[in-house]
């Protein structure tokens, strides 16, 4: 695990203006049809690093023009995953941007010190979600007619709208373009990460 960890710091630090944050946005702009409305994918199945089931919120405001989630705990202490305004995001970016915020809860992230937006610890922590999403989107059936390229293109398109610079859409394409290529299953994956801080 410490390979894999240390391989997508590499990545991070070659790319240091990359910029990352766990609310994934998507903007209507790039909508494959003439009403930027998508139908809204079911939420995956997701536990936390201690077993409990996460919730899936829908959060929707008609004034919103992008689509967002947000791994956290409500107000009763429950691990949710709060999903903004999906209709505005193709399904293989609702795929994504779910299975992103579940990954925060898979390895712990929730319960731990939130580092600083943008600090190595934060981008670290937002590169692991991204490998922990496309693996599974990989590996599950369920996501069978969704490629790493939909993902990709989907993702770009998105982070471009939103002022994103084009260097770091590309890097963060790459890294988890090689956490594709390169990892095993996306459970391996987070058991590693649970045994590389201590919570396992």
């Known amino acids: 695990m410490r390979l894999i960890l240390t391989t997508i710091a590499f990545i991070l630090i070659a790319s240091p203006i990359l910029i990352a944050s766990p609310i994934l946005i998507a903007s209507p702009g790039w909508a494959e049809t003439e009403s930027p409305d998508h139908a809204v994918i079911a939420p995956p199945s997701c536990s936390n690093n201690l077993g409990e089931s996460v919730l899936f919120k829908e959060r929707n405001s008609d004034n919103a023009k992008f689509a967002a989630g947000m791994a956290r ?15 505005q995001a193709p399904a293989p970016l609702q795929a994504f941007i779910d299975l992103h915020e579940c990954a925060h809860h898979q390895t712990g992230d929730i319960d731990r010190p939130h580092p600083p937006r943008n600090s190595p610890e934060h981008l670290m922590n937002e590169s692991i979600a991204d490998c922990i999403a496309i693996l599974r989107i990989r590996d599950d059936a369920r ?21 994103f610079p084009e260097i770091s859409i ?31």
């Open 73 to 87: 705990r409500d107000g009763d202490g429950n691990p949710v995953v709060n999903r903004f305004n999906f209709d």
């Open 143 to 163: 996501y069978s007619d969704i490629d790493f390229a939909d993902v990709a293109t989907s993702l770009g398109e998105a982070m471009g709208t939103a002022g």
């Open 170 to 200: 590309s890097s963060r394409v790459s890294n988890i373009r090689h956490c594709h290529t390169n990892y095993a299953s996306a459970a391996t994956f987070v058991d590693g990460v649970l045994t590389e801080r201590g919570l396992k």
